[in-house]
């Protein structure tokens, strides 16, 4: 069999097992290796590495990038999201489509019924957008995308309120409602009726979206270190990833239940591929410590979290009395810290039952960290 040379390279940094185990098959676009349709959509407009990649959606990827920025409702967000791809079911779109129908306009305008006809250039639009008041007098471009990002350079403009940068959104959507009003209800919605309704949908939702920004729920984050159970130890592990040199750092730290310092380790690791594969060893590395040190009640904390799951799955079954759970990064800067200062060092291996002196700054106040 002929291999490419990258293909050897990856073989090459492949880590075996020390345990038998059988193939599988596992899902490579998620970092938990789970199947999920985010990264099939991910995957399908990303990887162009093959033939059949799927040609992404219609529309500027960067206009996109901002919907989800603004401050409207998510409903706005999406029927956005379906302008700018082009997703709209406006006659000309059907007719692209092989639908077999008049691709004229039906409030006999006699244009074309694109979506940007529909919601910027057909009269009955500009008549709208004329009603509002809203000082866009830009909206006039044959290009939608122009006319969009009008939108959004009026809804960020700092001199804009923003009450009245959210309602040109409202206006937006409330021309395409009037559309579809026209043409499957029957019902012709004078432009200064669509103000009204857009006015009181656009006070509503401000006075929702200010009350409830008005009284946050706070959510910080706890930023010291939290002692086991009594009797327990605790291991906090981390990694540092350089891609440049595939090397990477490993710290682990453990503490009993009284925050008191017991012991610590980094190590160095050559041809590291990935992020994930150091953080997978450093987890491997702290559960060998732990194992030759005769601990079996120990909880392992990582602050994120092949064949290394493999290795990792038995040792966790030798440490029968071991839970493994992840803390935010505030509450695992030794770890880290550890995990760094290995990178630096001359020795490849470093094990110390008293702290170094650089580290005691994390220990010990108020609890450690
Ligand atoms: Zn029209």
Redesign the pocket.
Same mark, same amino acid.
């Given at each position: 069999m002929f291999l490419q040379h990258e293909e050897v390279e990856l073989i090459k940094i492949i880590r075996l097992s020390k345990y038998n185990q059988s193939d599988q098959y596992v899902w490579p676009y998620t970092s938990n290796l789970d199947y999920s349709v985010k990264s099939v959509h991910w995957t399908a407009t990303h990887d162009f590495s093959e033939d059949d990649a799927i040609v992404p959606p219609e529309g500027s990827v960067i206009l996109k990038a901002q919907i989800w920025n603004l401050e409207i409702i998510p409903k706005i967000q999406q029927f956005i999201w379906k302008v700018i791809s082009r997703a709209l079911p406006v006659y000309v779109q059907l007719c692209s489509r092989g639908i077999n129908t008049d691709p004229? $306009? &039906?409030?006999? $305008?006699? !244009?074309d !019924?694109t979506i940007n006809?529909?919601l910027f250039? $057909?009269? &009955?639009?500009q008549a709208t957008w004329r009603c509002s008041g809203l000082p866009l007098f830009n909206l006039q471009s044959s290009n939608l995308e122009e006319n969009i990002s009008a939108l959004f350079a009026f809804m960020n403009n700092v001199d804009t309120s923003k009450k009245i940068s959210k309602f040109s959104f409202w206006v937006l959507w409330y021309i395409w409602k009037s559309r579809n009003e026209y043409l499957f209800s029957q019902r012709n919605v004078h432009p200064v009726e669509d103000i009204y309704r857009e006015s009181s949908a656009n006070d509503e939702w401000n006075s929702i979206y200010v009350s409830k920004k008005a009284s946050p729920v706070l959510n910080l984050k706890p930023t010291t270190w939290d002692p086991p159970p009594m009797g327990w130890l605790k291991c906090n592990f981390d990694s540092t990833f350089r891609k440049v040199s595939s090397r990477a750092g490993i710290g682990w730290i453990i503490r009993d239940a009284k925050g008191v310092f017991v012991c610590v380790g980094m190590v160095r690791i050559n041809n590291v591929s990935t992020a994930f594969q150091g953080e997978a060893l450093a987890l491997l590395y702290a559960m060998h410590q732990v194992w030759i040190r005769g601990w079996r009640q120990v909880v392992p904390h990582h602050a994120k979290h092949g064949n290394v799951l493999h290795d990792i799955r038995h040792w966790m079954s030798l440490l029968s009395e071991c839970s493994l759970g992840s803390v935010n990064r505030e509450r695992n800067m030794a770890a880290d810290a550890l995990a760094k200062s290995i990178l630096e060092e001359q020795e490849d291996v470093i094990c110390c039952l008293i702290p170094p002196l650089w580290l005691i700054k994390f220990l010990y106040w108020p609890y450690t960290i």
């Open positions: 004229t $306009c &039906h409030r006999f $305008c006699m !244009e !019924e006809h529909v250039l $057909c009269p &009955h639009a």
